[in-house]
């Protein structure tokens, strides 16, 4: 590497950048790799000098706009002018006069004095603002006609050129750098929660390893590629590409283009399903283009059913469960399918069938048994429902809210409803001495802390294909304990028979040996202090953690959701409590009954609290 090309610290350049240069480094060298990609030679990013290599990546993830060079400005890019000219001449920067872009994008460019200018150089009158000078230009291209030949479009983009010069660039698209990343970090693709606010795969792969800066040490053991062939990772990378642009409508509530969406992969999504059937189990089958396929689908259920296109939505829901790869959202797809026969296609006896059907199913998860119970219930017009049989103990508080907010007075602060519970029974009642707004991150903080050696093992092939993951593959399934049983109920075994201060140093050892390392599930900053931590597990106990474990590892994934949302303890009194809490109008889900009964089962004393809203004034 020459002088130049020295990759900064993290005081010089953002380690986000650092890491995606290095991936992209190894995934070149590695041969194995980079025969995937058929046309990696024509990639011309690592031949750039760093700081042109960390120019890219900024733009790309953050200003996929047009822009002046001379508003760029960043530390970590030195000679801000060498590195566009070296990617210009790589044609990863396009310039604005290169391309025929549409008026209103060239309109977007300039600033309310340059847009002054245009107007006075088309002899226009000029607005009071942006918007106003923008629309005037935008009616010109309507309504006029050139009078000296070729239309009034391209006087307007050539006199735009003129008033912005060429010194205007934007980031391209580089379909090669989208398969690099997607090879080397497939497990950043399982997630869906970025892809509502980023269009771009690469967007969202990058945004995560910015979040995961610290990678934990494991074996890199693997006995067959993640993607067999070219075709395999192309096909898997396009399928991601159409998941991203169905999220981006769905969150713009575009529900049209997410059914057109849906309809011109229709066969696809149905090829998927039918080759699931045919084809055996397979234990990295969500890196494949099917899988996606069906994923995105799912989704789309949503558009289908603002649309109100039920019959479709039901031949979609039919085709989910059909499908081989399903795992723990089975339950939820016959609760949906009852739900829509019975209420919206007035189809009472197929309804009752169904939700029959999706009780007596294994794959059902815990929520849904309680779901379609009460599903049944209705349609068999029976009185009793289970949903609220939750046999827990039910609290009813009076807490005061700001007038014409949904905020609540905790002292000298405004709170949302489980923080004010939580001030409630912590600050004001003292009744416990501490707590955390935690949901399910308590358990699997804990988790993750007392079970390191057995997530990290170096035993199980085909989970770790990186140095970049944070969680083997197979993590979110119950694939998890399946694989690794004897080192679960080894660990269980010895655990049990830690005696408290053992258990504590346990955890003290993971905690200062890996303190904000990226671990999925483990919350490093939930609690203050490794002192709280270990108070709070003391007053769990380790023979209820273990059960509580035991209940998780059925199916990580589905597990982690339902748990109550506070979490109370009090070392002096050897108290511990998990509350669910329900501001006014909100009441209690399936899977969250069913966590309070699983709770009752492994010895955790659990309950409810109703919050009725008080006017501050009156306190």
Known sequence: MEPDDEIPG??????????????????????????LIPDLPSFTFPSLSHPAKVLY????????????????????????????????????????????????DLLGCLSLGELKQVCKLLKLK???????????????????RSLFGGSTEDRVRKTVAQVLGSDVVRVRDSSILERVLVAS??????????????????????????????????????????????????????????????????ERSEWEKVREIYLSHKERFIEAVKDSA??????????????????????????????????????VLRKLLEYRHAGSRRGGWWETLSLTLGHHL??????????KKGLADPLTTHGHTYALQNRIALLEKRKEKTSQQHGSETITLS??????????QCGDVLCGVEQAVLYHFTTDTGMFAEGVHSEGSLLTTLFGLLFWDVIFTDTVDNVFYNKYQNCPLDFHSSKLYARREELFERR??????????????????????????????????????????????????????????????????AMRSGMPDLTLWDYEQRKFKMIEVKGPGDSLRCNQISWLGLLKEAGVEAGVCLVKQVSSKRI
């Open 126 to 144: 000029p607005g009071p603002n942006k918007l106003a000078l923008t629309r005037v230009v935008m009616n010109m291209c309507k309504t006029q």
């Open 10 to 35: 993290e005081e010089e350049g953002g380690s986000l950048y650092n890491t995606a240069i290095q991936i992209v480094q190894s995934f070149i060298e590695d041969p194995a790799l980079s025969s």
């Open 399 to 408: 807490l005061p809210v700001v007038e014409g907010q949904k905020l609540y």
């Open 492 to 557: 269980f075994e010895r655990l049990g028979g830690l005696s408290e201060v053992e258990v504590e140093s346990e955890v003290t050892r993971i905690w200062e040996a890996q303190f904000e390392v990226d671990c999925v599930g483990i919350h490093w900053h939930l609690f203050t202090s490794l002192e709280q931590c270990l108070r709070c597990l003391r007053c769990l106990g380790i023979t209820r953690f273990i059960a509580l474990v035991r209940l998780y590892l059925r199916h990580p994934g």
């Open 278 to 315: 045919a084809a055996p189990s397979e234990d990295n089958v969500c890196f494949t283009e099917g899988w996606v396929m069906v994923r995105t689908v799912r989704h789309a259920l949503t558009a289908l059913q603002r649309l109100k296109d039920y019959k479709e939505v039901v031949f």
């Open 57 to 104: 990546l900024r733009l790309y993830i953050r200003k996929r706009r047009w822009l002046k060079v001379a508003s760029i400005s960043y530390s970590d890019v030195g000679d801000l002018d060498s590195s566009v000219s070296q990617l210009l001449s790589a044609s990863l920067l396009e310039r604005i006069t290169e391309s025929r872009q549409p008026i209103l």
């Open 346 to 355: 007035k189809e009472k006896d197929e309804a009752l069938e169904v939700a």
């Open 185 to 250: 970090l497939p497990q950043f693709t399982l997630s869906n929660d970025d892809l509502t606010s980023k269009a771009s795969l690469t967007q969202v792969l990058l945004s995560s390893i910015g979040v995961t800066r610290r990678f934990p040490t494991y074996t890199i053991s693997f006995t067959r590629p993640l993607f067999s062939s070219p075709l395999h990772l192309e096909g898997f990378v396009g399928a991601c590409q159409v998941e991203a642009r169905c999220h981006l409508h769905l």
